[in-house]
């Protein structure tokens, strides 16, 4: 699933002949003679390989409707794939497919060694989550602005299917592509809990969460 602004990959073969990520930011909309069209408008590149390609969703792309996407290099182009963007489909970073990588108050990455805890404010990172209330320029490859930029979309956040108090989910300052989720994990015995993030009643995948007693 994909949305508006977030962050993606595409998978195949040929699709770069030689693998090259981007170095600074602005995003490149060509990288190692390779380019992603979405409905013909050049997606920023993160990274191109002859596997895979990184890339951002162009922030103006249409929801709800079929869009095209289609990877062009000097071999030519790819057969067009044809795709829905949703209005918000987040998808929670992980380390290793379950772990979510969520940031405790004192900096450290949420772990067994080191859980959070009932009244702290966690912040998990995640993709997808939409547009956004911008707190200025939202442009695609760019940093995302400083400040508050919310999701439209309402909202929640469950540990272990109970809700979580949730304070802010939106951009991550700038980043591109990426939003977090700050929240405070419901009072829970000490254990790794599923979590999951619903925007505009799309749910995100199931990441394990730290919580300590």
């Known amino acids: 699933m994909v949305?508006?602004?977030?962050l993606f990959s595409i998978f195949g073969s040929g699709?770069?002949?030689q693998p090259t990520s981007a170095g600074t930011v602005p995003l490149p909309n060509s990288l190692g003679g390779t380019q992603v069209l979405v409905n013909g408008e050049p997606a920023?590149?993160?990274?191109?390989g002859d596997s895979q390609v990184n890339a951002q969703m162009p922030v103006d792309i249409p929801t709800g409707q079929p869009v095209t996407l289609?990877?062009?290099?000097?071999?030519?182009?790819?057969?067009?794939?044809?795709?829905?963007?949703l209005a918000a489909a987040p998808g929670f970073f992980t380390l290793d497919g379950k772990e979510a990588v969520v940031q405790n108050p004192n900096g450290s990455m949420n772990s067994a060694a080191n859980p959070g805890h009932p009244g702290d404010v966690?912040?998990?990172?995640?993709?997808g989550g939409g547009a956004v209330n911008a707190a200025g320029p939202w442009i695609a490859g760019a940093d995302s602005p400083g400040g508050a930029s919310s999701v439209k979309a309402p909202y929640s956040l469950t540990v272990s299917g109970q809700p979580a108090e949730v304070q802010y989910v939106g951009l991550a300052p700038g980043f591109v592509g990426l939003y977090q989720a700050n929240f405070k994990p419901p009072s829970l015995t000490a254990g790794t809990y599923p979590m999951v993030l619903t925007i505009g009643g799309v749910s995100?995948?199931?990441?394990?969460v730290v919580v300590g007693g």
């Open 70 to 85: 289609t990877v062009t290099n000097a071999s030519g182009s790819s057969n067009s794939v044809t795709l829905t963007a």
């Open 122 to 127: 966690l912040v998990a990172y995640f993709t």
């Open 44 to 48: 920023p590149l993160l990274y191109v």
């Open 3 to 6: 949305s508006p602004g977030s």
């Open 15 to 17: 699709l770069s002949a």
């Open 204 to 208: 995100s995948n199931a990441a394990s």
